[in-house]
């Protein structure tokens, strides 16, 4: 039972343009949602987060949007760049879980030139 | 500041044989958990710790064995590995549970044969 879902295994887009990500999830009891981003050989690195309170958080260049109605968020790049290519992870969690997080199974960003 | 550092980085084991993956932080985190990740499958929970001498079950703990004696160090120990246990592991630490941010490490990469 895939409770988080990332259903797009890869994604192609050209530097300087918009990369969107897309997560869904079936648990209504999340409360919280991030982003992590893996470069290979390296672990999962912190990107952005937002809370159920929230419908959008920005921060840079990454801004999450979050459709509780929906059950979807997606994270979206502006602009895209080269160093942005790796493997996006969407993770989701609930209040009194004790820092446990459901992922996804990831998209591949690769931006090209 | 090192962050969340795992050893070893690579292991290959053969079938019945055990091991332990080790896991230290130096950020004075109160809680450690380890994650493993499948292609396919995302990243999914085995053990987790709230703070030394308390430990609990995730997603997928059978196999493995956890203890928290120090609040730097959570260990992870293979009892008799299997070929399902072919994994990347990720150990990763907050400052508390509920504090949803996770930092985790670069990984270890093991194969049973």
């Known amino acids: 039972d895939q409770q988080v879902k990332q259903n797009s295994p890869s994604l192609s887009v050209q530097e300087g343009r918009i990369s969107i990500l897309n997560c869904d999830y079936t648990?209504?009891?999340?409360?919280?949602f991030l982003w992590y981003k893996k470069y290979p050989a390296e672990g999962p690195t912190f990107l952005i987060s937002i809370s159920s309170i929230k419908d959008k958080n920005e921060d840079g260049r990454f801004t999450v949007f979050l459709n509780k109605s929906a059950k979807h968020l997606s994270l979206h790049i502006v602009p895209s760049q080269p160093g942005d290519s790796a493997v996006y992870f969407c993770a989701a969690t609930y209040t009194g879980t004790a820092s446990k997080l459901t992922f996804g199974t990831g998209t591949r960003l690769q931006v090209t030139l | 500041n090192a962050g969340v550092t795992q050893t070893p980085k690579f292991q290959v084991l053969k079938t019945g044989q055990s091991m332990t993956l080790q896991c230290a932080q130096d950020?004075?985190?109160?809680?450690m958990s380890w994650y493993r990740q499948d292609p396919g499958m995302g990243l999914r929970l085995i053990h987790y710790?709230?703070?030394?001498?308390?430990?609990d079950q995730g997603e997928v703990p059978n196999g493995y064995n956890v203890s928290r004696s120090t609040t730097e160090d959570f260990p992870l120990r293979l009892l008799s590995a299997a070929p399902s246990q072919t994994s990347v592991y990720f150990c990763?630490?907050?400052?508390?549970?509920?504090?949803?941010?996770?930092?985790f490490g670069a990984g270890s990469r093991l194969t049973v044969l």
């Open positions: 950020m004075n985190h109160e809680y």
């Open positions: 648990n209504s009891m999340f409360d919280y």
């Open positions: 990763a630490s907050s400052e508390q549970a509920g504090a949803n941010v996770l930092t």
């Open positions: 710790s709230v703070g030394a001498g308390i430990t």
